[in-house]
């Protein structure tokens, strides 16, 4: 089962049997996300990226996550999980998620997918049903790293940002701690962007899409060649650990992404 919203030329779907990703995003015909089961774009909770070894520390508790990427635990478990829909309509719709074993704590994810003629918002809610937990959240969209023939000047996408520092990326991909200077790519690297996410994918002659967030932190993956990935995300990766963000009963975690287009032919 899927959820279909429209408005103007553009399409999304959401598969909320599959993680509640969007499994298409379509702009006057043109499909911007990579096809397939697990790519499209997928929400990361309860933890985003890379988590070291699966292991996280609330208070004098250590918790093992399942190892689904060894050597650690990556992306949350919310992208393999079936989603209900809450409420559709023509333009927005409303789904959830239970957070269960083998998460540690009982709790809630929201996702609210709202579309425009030229814009899609995101929004994501954690919260718990009992004590407080740390969690992080975010997206992992695929984008088309080349929208094919014909298609504008049919060149691949240019990725354009200006991150405050990139942190540094140790020889197990995790965050070594230290902050640098943003390094050329290509990356699988996580940015920080202390006044918000604001990135810039140009199809020449197609497409113009900017993705921002009031997030601080962004994830950009750009090593495999049908691909690229622009990640907004509460917190940088292994951040259960470095730089965790309590769910507390009355202080849920929300963050939110848009991402706005326009049209450059």
């Known amino acids: 089962m899927s959820t279909q919203l429209s408005a103007g030329g553009a399409e999304v779907t959401v598969d909320q049997e599959n993680g509640c990703r969007i499994s298409s995003l379509r702009i006057d015909g043109t499909e911007l996300l990579r096809q397939g ?35 650690h635990a990556i992306h949350g478990f919310g992208r393999d999980a079936p989603w209900r829909r809450a409420r559709a309509g023509a333009t ?10 083998p998460w540690p704590y009982p709790g809630r994810v929201t996702q609210l997918v709202s579309l425009d003629t030229d814009s899609l ?18 997206w992992h969209p695929w984008f088309h790293r080349n929208l094919g023939a014909g298609i504008g ?3 691949d996408v240019r990725v354009e940002f200006d991150p405050a520092w990139q942190e540094e990326r ?7 701690g230290r902050r640098i200077d943003p390094l050329p ?13 604001d990135v810039t994918l140009t199809w020449p002659g197609a497409l113009e899409l900017k993705v921002t ?30 730089l965790p963000q309590l769910v507390t009963p009355v202080d849920p975690l929300e963050i939110s992404t848009t991402w706005t287009w326009r049209r450059l032919s």
Not at 121 to 138: I, K, M, N
Not at 185 to 197: L, R, T
Request: hydrophobic residues 30%; negative net charge; glycine residues 12%.
């Open 92 to 101: 927005d719709a409303a789904f959830t998620y239970d957070l269960t074993d």
């Open 37 to 71: 089961p697990r790519y499209g774009c997928f929400p990361m909770v309860p933890w985003c990226g890379r988590t070291a070894h699966g292991q996280f520390r609330d208070g004098a508790t250590v918790h093992q996550l399942p190892i689904n990427q060894p050597p």
């Open 185 to 197: 790519g290509p990356w699988d690297d996580c940015f920080g962007m202390p006044y918000g996410v």
């Open 153 to 155: 000047t049919g060149e």
């Open 213 to 242: 967030s009031r997030a601080e932190w962004v994830v950009v993956y750009d090593e495999q060649p049908e691909a690229v990935c622009v990640e907004p995300q509460s917190g940088p990766p292994n951040g259960l650990n470095t």
């Open 121 to 138: 918002t995101l929004t994501l809610g954690v919260e718990t049903y009992g004590d407080s937990f740390p969690a992080q959240a975010g």
């Open 170 to 176: 140790g020889s197990d991909h995790l965050p070594t």
